[in-house]
C-alpha cells in the first residue's frame, strides 16, 4: 500500500443512502499520514465542469511552485456539491479498457445522483 503523501486525500462524509460516495467537503494534497483526514486516496480520475478552468486561472502556485488542480477542486467545493466515487480498481494496475469502462460508469451514477 502506497503512503498518504504519495496521494491527495478526501475529506468529506459517506452518504448514507450509498456507501460508494461520498460528499466532498475538501482535500488534502499529500498529507503527512498524521495530517489525512481520512483513508480515501484520490487517484487522479476526475469529471468535472468547466468552471473549475475559471477557478484555477485565478489560484496562485501552491506546492513546488505549480498551480494544484486540487486548489481549483476545493474552491469548485465552495460554490457547488461535489461527490466522490469510491473505485474497486487499483491504483497500482491500471488497465485502459476498465479505466474507461469505469469513467463512463461514474459519470452515470454521478449524473443519476446530482439529478
Excluded at 59 to 67: L, M, N
Excluded at 93 to 100: L, R
Aim: proline share 6%; net charge positive.
Amino acid at each position: 500500500m502506497a503512503p498518504h503523501h504519495a496521494y491527495g486525500v478526501l475529506a468529506g462524509e459517506q452518504d448514507a443512502a450509498n456507501p460508494r460516495i461520498y460528499n466532498c467537503a475538501g482535500m488534502v494534497e499529500k498529507p503527512k499520514f498524521e495530517e489525512a483526514p481520512s483513508k480515501q486516496a484520490i487517484i487522479g480520475r476526475y469529471v468535472l465542469t468547466p468552471r473549475v478552468f475559471d477557478l484555477l486561472e485565478k489560484t496562485r502556485p501552491g506546492a513546488g511552485g505549480e498551480i494544484q488542480l486540487t486548489d481549483g477542486i476545493k474552491a469548485l467545493l465552495k460554490e457547488r456539491r461535489s461527490l466522490a466515487i469510491r473505485s474497486t480498481a487499483s491504483a497500482s494496475t491500471p488497465e485502459i479498457s476498465s479505466a474507461c469502462y469505469s469513467y463512463r460508469r461514474v459519470c452515470a451514477e454521478a449524473a443519476r445522483v446530482c439529478g
